[in-house]
């Protein structure tokens, strides 16, 4: 058996192999939030509006960029089998690249999303807000990217249809975050929303590594 901290380490040096892979995403975001004020003008009511949804948006797009590769080279250089047949836990596995993942994507755009203040002239208690939805809501997303990339993994082009079948479903998520966002900027409570995206993200990292193992145990077989 191959114990969780064997495969953490693992997966960290891998990781740490392809810098320039997991620095993309993070590239793509910063672009996206700087390029978004520059193109709506400098109206400063307007900037403060359309902040938050700007960074979500960016946000989510830099957590779904890869999400194809997450999973088809374990498959196809036969990390998956090596797996199943030293009989360690797909599951644990999974939860491991998933951690590794959004460490390295959605753990840095929390800190990134500070840059909101400056580009959109948000308030210091409307970018933690933001940074706190981010926090809470970012797993919801990665646990539905990885589902969506588990079923299309074995497909010739399936990095096309992870966005397809994702977005929808995280959607919801999106719209949550920001509202919970707008309750704190307008002095309300945003906390029962965090909570229920806090609630919903610990429910994800829970149930979906044991639905992206069987996946990936089918594709396997096939």
């Known amino acids: 058996m191959i114990d969780f901290s064997a495969l953490w380490q693992r ?3 891998i990781k740490q192999q392809n810098k320039v892979q997991w620095l993309y995403p993070l590239v793509l975001f910063l672009i996206i939030i700087t390029l ?3 193109a709506m003008g400098t109206e400063p009511k307007l900037l403060q509006q359309l902040g938050v949804p700007a960074v979500w948006i960016a946000a989510l797009l830099s957590l779904i960029m890869g999400m194809e590769n997450l999973f088809r080279p374990a498959l196809d250089n036969g990390t998956l089998a090596q797996l199943v047949v030293a009989r360690a836990s797909i599951p644990t596995w999974v939860l491991v690249r998933l951690i590794v993942h959004w460490l390295t994507s959605a753990g840095i755009v929390c800190l990134l999303a500070f840059l909101a203040m400056p580009l959109f002239g948000l308030t210091s208690q409307a970018a933690i807000a933001l940074s706190a939805s981010i926090l809470v809501g970012s797993p919801i997303l990665l646990c539905l990217s990885a589902i969506a990339s588990s079923l299309t993994v074995s ?3 399936g990095a096309v249809l992870v966005p397809l079948i994702s977005l ?3 959607l919801p998520v ?3 975050a920001t509202g919970a966002v707008g309750q704190f900027t ?3 409570n945003g906390y029962p929303i965090l ?3 806090l609630a919903g993200s610990i429910l994800a990292v829970i149930v979906t590594p044991f639905v992206i193992a069987f996946s990936l145990k089918l594709a396997w077989l096939s």
């Open 195 to 197: 909570a229920l995206l």
């Open 155 to 157: 497909l010739k082009n």
């Open 174 to 176: 999106l719209i949550f």
């Open 168 to 170: 929808p479903m995280q």
């Open 36 to 38: 978004f004020p520059l």
């Open 186 to 188: 307008m002095g309300l």
């Open 11 to 13: 997966e960290w040096q």
